[in-house]
């Protein structure tokens, strides 16, 4: 009974197998949890799946992808950029830049797409054009040049503002441009890296595409907001196709990789593994399973408290360090195979 009590927690309800139609047919049935998406052929520009295609949403941080091209257009990777003040106050996420600190253009870049880091963001967009807001108008003016001209930007960051809005069509075509550039699909496929500033500072990146945990055919950059919900703007790769994707509004971040899971699996002809981490279980008897295995393996002190906390998290990642599994702190697949042989 355990067994199967277990197998329900950790299934996934929103799984499709469907196989994208050759080049130039027409697309076959689609179904997606998000309210506005759009996958494009990366050969033919046609769109093979489309579903409020062209409402107006707010970007989040997948709008860092056309700040870090634009800031690529403007400034040498090799380029070394001194922090201005201000910075300190950016909203999280951020890396903690401080006023005077001296960062390689390539290494901001690194945290704007991997950590996210809005603060990364802000200080490419001063040291390319002297401030925000003429930089939003390279922006404005380069995601006209992709053809994404149903946007509009009023800051690098993504961040809430009255003004900024995209498309799931436009998202897909930002990150069709965003493919040409070598340095931001090299970083978009990193899980984890540390960047140093020129003062010995290091700092720490984790990748927030849990994709890239689960398969090397799905990059990108993602997006949340409470008014934008959960957005991504990917590129799925298989057998010598590219597929450009836009994903906005997604409700929960669970069904954000519902939906690239089931465009990867479409795709790619094959049914995969679905992804489940401890951020998206719906009950606390499931996390308290996860605790009582930690406990018996040694990782987890006191009573199971169901609460998925720092203190669980701390154990998950030292549980998965000793196995020799990817260090996330969240229980994936992989990890709750290596937890369920304790109970």
């Given at each position: 009974?355990?067994k199967?009590v277990?197998g329900l927690c950790?299934a996934v ?6 196989v994208?139609?050759?080049h ?7 179904s ?8 494009l052929?990366g050969t033919?520009?046609q ?5 409020d295609?062209d409402r107006?949403r707010?970007?989040a941080s997948?709008t860092k992808?056309l700040?870090v091209?634009?800031?690529l ?12 003040a201000g910075l300190?106050y ?8 401080h006023?005077?600190?001296r960062?390689?253009?390539?290494d901001?870049?690194?945290?704007a797409?991997?950590k ?5 963001a802000?200080?490419l967009?001063?040291a390319a054009?002297g ?5 939003a108008r390279?922006?404005?003016r380069?995601?006209k040049?992709?053809g994404?001209?149903?946007s ?10 009255a ?5 799931a ?5 930002i990150i ?5 550039y070598?340095?931001m ?9 540390a960047i140093y500033?020129l ?8 990748n927030?595409n849990?994709?890239l945990?689960?398969t090397s055919?799905v990059i ?5 907001t ?6 991504f703007a990917?590129r799925?790769?298989?057998?010598g ?5 836009g994903?906005m509004?997604?409700a929960?971040?669970?069904?954000l990789?519902?939906?690239l899971?089931?465009?990867e ?13 401890a951020?998206d ?6 996390t308290?399973?996860?605790?009582k295995?930690?406990q018996k393996a040694g990782?987890f002190?006191?009573?199971s408290t169901?609460?998925?906390g720092?203190?669980t998290r701390?154990?998950v ?10 260090v ?5 697949i992989?990890?709750?195979k290596?937890?369920?042989a304790y109970l």
């Open positions: 009974m355990k199967k277990l950790f309800c929103f799984f499709a197998v469907t994208f139609p050759p130039g047919a027409e697309a076959g049935t689609l997606l949890a998000a309210p506005s998406a759009v996958l052929d033919t520009q769109v093979i799946y489309a579903k295609p107006k707010a970007p997948t992808l700040t091209m634009v800031a257009d403007h400034l040498p990777a090799n380029r070394v950029v001194q922090i201005p300190e950016v909203q999280p996420s951020k890396i903690g830049l006023r005077g600190e960062f390689y253009v390539r901001l870049v690194k945290a797409l991997i996210s880091a809005n603060d990364a802000e200080a967009a001063i054009a401030s925000k807001p003429a930089f390279l922006m404005n380069k995601a040049q992709i994404a001209g149903s509009n930007f009023v800051n690098p960051s993504g961040l809430p503002a003004g900024q809005y995209s498309t069509h436009d998202l897909a075509r069709r441009a965003a493919s040409r070598p340095v699909v090299r970083t978009l496929k990193t899980r984890s890296a500033s003062g010995g500072r290091k700092v720490y990146l984790m927030c849990k994709m945990w689960r055919g990108g950059k993602t997006g949340w409470r008014s934008a919900q959960h957005c990917g799925v790769q298989s057998r196709r590219e597929i450009f994707v994903i509004g997604s929960r971040r669970a069904y990789w519902s939906d899971r089931t465009i699996s479409s795709a790619t002809g094959r049914r995969l593994k679905p992804i489940k981490v951020e279980l719906p009950t606390r008897s499931q308290e399973l996860i605790q295995a930690l990782y002190r006191g009573s169901g609460f998925y720092k203190r701390r154990a990642r030292n549980f998965q360090q000793a196995k020799g599994l990817p996330t702190g969240d229980v994936s992989e990890t709750w290596k937890l369920k």
